[in-house]
Protein backbone atom coordinates (compact mmCIF):
# COMPACT_ATOMS: atom_id res chain seq x y z
CA UNK A 1 0.00 0.00 0.00
CA UNK A 2 1.41 3.78 -0.58
CA UNK A 3 0.82 6.02 1.52
CA UNK A 4 1.32 9.98 1.03
CA UNK A 5 1.98 12.04 4.59
CA UNK A 6 1.16 15.81 4.49
CA UNK A 7 1.64 18.39 6.91
CA UNK A 8 1.51 21.61 7.92
CA UNK A 9 3.13 22.68 10.88
CA UNK A 10 4.10 26.26 12.73
CA UNK A 11 6.18 25.16 15.29
CA UNK A 12 7.27 22.05 14.32
CA UNK A 13 4.91 19.75 16.63
CA UNK A 14 3.09 19.11 13.48
CA UNK A 15 5.78 17.82 11.47
CA UNK A 16 7.70 15.79 14.09
CA UNK A 17 3.97 13.62 14.52
CA UNK A 18 3.95 13.52 10.37
CA UNK A 19 7.57 11.76 10.71
CA UNK A 20 6.35 9.81 13.46
CA UNK A 21 2.99 8.40 11.15
CA UNK A 22 4.96 8.12 8.19
CA UNK A 23 7.79 5.99 10.16
CA UNK A 24 4.12 3.65 11.56
CA UNK A 25 3.33 3.13 8.50
CA UNK A 26 6.78 2.17 6.87
CA UNK A 27 6.70 -0.15 9.87
CA UNK A 28 3.13 -1.69 8.51
CA UNK A 29 4.66 -1.79 5.50
CA UNK A 30 3.30 0.58 3.63
CA UNK A 31 5.56 2.21 0.54
CA UNK A 32 5.35 6.32 2.54
CA UNK A 33 6.11 9.38 1.28
CA UNK A 34 6.46 12.43 3.74
CA UNK A 35 5.81 16.19 2.39
CA UNK A 36 4.60 19.51 3.50
CA UNK A 37 0.88 20.70 2.36
CA UNK A 38 3.51 23.85 1.07
CA UNK A 39 5.52 21.32 -1.04
CA UNK A 40 3.13 18.14 -1.73
CA UNK A 41 5.13 15.19 -3.83
CA UNK A 42 2.62 15.40 -6.66
CA UNK A 43 3.69 11.88 -8.17
CA UNK A 44 3.05 10.06 -4.30
CA UNK A 45 -0.28 11.90 -4.15
CA UNK A 46 -1.67 10.75 -7.58
CA UNK A 47 -0.21 7.22 -6.42
CA UNK A 48 -1.78 6.56 -2.76
CA UNK A 49 -3.50 4.14 -1.33
CA UNK A 50 -3.76 6.46 1.63
CA UNK A 51 -3.39 10.00 2.11
CA UNK A 52 -3.01 11.41 6.12
CA UNK A 53 -3.14 15.08 6.34
CA UNK A 54 -2.29 16.61 9.59
CA UNK A 55 -2.39 20.14 10.83
CA UNK A 56 -2.46 22.08 13.94
CA UNK A 57 -5.16 23.47 15.62
CA UNK A 58 -5.56 26.98 15.59
CA UNK A 59 -7.70 29.58 18.31
CA UNK A 60 -8.11 31.07 21.39
CA UNK A 61 -7.78 28.80 24.46
CA UNK A 62 -11.42 28.72 24.82
CA UNK A 63 -13.33 29.20 21.87
CA UNK A 64 -12.83 29.54 17.95
CA UNK A 65 -10.77 26.70 17.01
CA UNK A 66 -10.18 25.76 13.35
CA UNK A 67 -7.43 24.13 11.21
CA UNK A 68 -4.53 25.92 11.09
CA UNK A 69 -2.64 26.54 7.92
CA UNK A 70 -5.90 26.79 6.55
CA UNK A 71 -5.02 29.06 3.72
CA UNK A 72 -2.10 26.45 2.60
CA UNK A 73 -4.93 23.63 3.44
CA UNK A 74 -7.14 25.22 0.36
CA UNK A 75 -4.83 25.62 -2.08
CA UNK A 76 -4.04 21.87 -1.93
CA UNK A 77 -4.53 19.69 -5.19
CA UNK A 78 -7.45 18.32 -5.39
CA UNK A 79 -7.59 14.75 -3.66
CA UNK A 80 -9.80 12.84 -6.36
CA UNK A 81 -11.83 10.76 -3.93
CA UNK A 82 -8.61 8.90 -2.37
CA UNK A 83 -9.22 7.85 1.52
CA UNK A 84 -7.70 10.15 4.04
CA UNK A 85 -6.80 10.16 7.61
CA UNK A 86 -6.48 13.28 9.75
CA UNK A 87 -4.64 14.22 12.47
CA UNK A 88 -4.28 17.05 14.23
CA UNK A 89 -1.91 18.54 16.91
CA UNK A 90 -3.47 20.91 19.73
CA UNK A 91 -1.82 22.45 23.03
CA UNK A 92 -5.03 22.33 25.90
CA UNK A 93 -8.72 22.61 23.65
CA UNK A 94 -8.97 21.17 20.11
CA UNK A 95 -12.87 22.27 20.05
CA UNK A 96 -14.86 21.37 16.81
CA UNK A 97 -11.44 21.80 14.85
CA UNK A 98 -11.44 18.16 13.44
CA UNK A 99 -14.77 18.27 11.99
CA UNK A 100 -13.93 21.75 10.19
CA UNK A 101 -10.45 20.06 9.11
CA UNK A 102 -12.71 17.40 7.31
CA UNK A 103 -15.22 19.49 5.82
CA UNK A 104 -12.15 20.88 4.44
CA UNK A 105 -10.44 18.46 3.17
CA UNK A 106 -13.80 16.88 1.55
CA UNK A 107 -14.09 19.96 0.06
CA UNK A 108 -10.57 19.16 -1.59
CA UNK A 109 -12.54 15.80 -2.49
CA UNK A 110 -11.15 13.57 0.00
CA UNK A 111 -13.30 10.92 0.87
CA UNK A 112 -12.29 10.98 4.75
CA UNK A 113 -11.88 8.02 7.04
CA UNK A 114 -11.61 10.03 10.66
CA UNK A 115 -9.03 11.52 12.80
CA UNK A 116 -7.25 12.02 15.47
CA UNK A 117 -6.49 14.73 18.09
CA UNK A 118 -2.75 14.51 19.24
CA UNK A 119 -1.60 16.74 22.17
CA UNK A 120 1.96 18.28 21.53
CA UNK A 121 3.49 17.27 24.62
CA UNK A 122 2.42 13.53 24.39
CA UNK A 123 2.63 13.43 20.27
CA UNK A 124 3.47 10.00 20.26
CA UNK A 125 0.55 7.90 21.95
CA UNK A 126 -1.88 6.92 19.67
CA UNK A 127 0.03 7.44 16.68
CA UNK A 128 0.31 3.31 16.26
CA UNK A 129 -3.08 3.11 16.64
CA UNK A 130 -4.46 5.87 14.24
CA UNK A 131 -1.99 4.32 11.64
CA UNK A 132 -3.12 1.15 11.95
CA UNK A 133 -7.03 1.81 11.84
CA UNK A 134 -6.30 3.86 9.03
CA UNK A 135 -4.83 1.02 6.95
CA UNK A 136 -7.31 -1.15 7.52
CA UNK A 137 -9.78 1.31 6.69
CA UNK A 138 -8.68 1.77 3.17
CA UNK A 139 -11.46 -0.25 0.70
CA UNK A 140 -10.31 -2.74 -0.92
CA UNK A 141 -8.70 -1.58 -4.47
CA UNK A 142 -7.43 1.40 -3.29
Given amino acids: MRVAVLYESLTGNTERAA ?7 AAAGADVSLASVARPDLT ?3 AADLVVVGTWVDGLVV ?3 RPGGAARLHRLPVIDR ?5 YMTYAIHAGRALDKFGALIEGRGGAVLGGRLLRRDRLAEGVDDFVLAALDQVPAGH
Fill in 19 to 25: TMVAEAA
Fill in 44 to 46: ALA
Fill in 63 to 65: AGH
Fill in 82 to 86: KPVAL
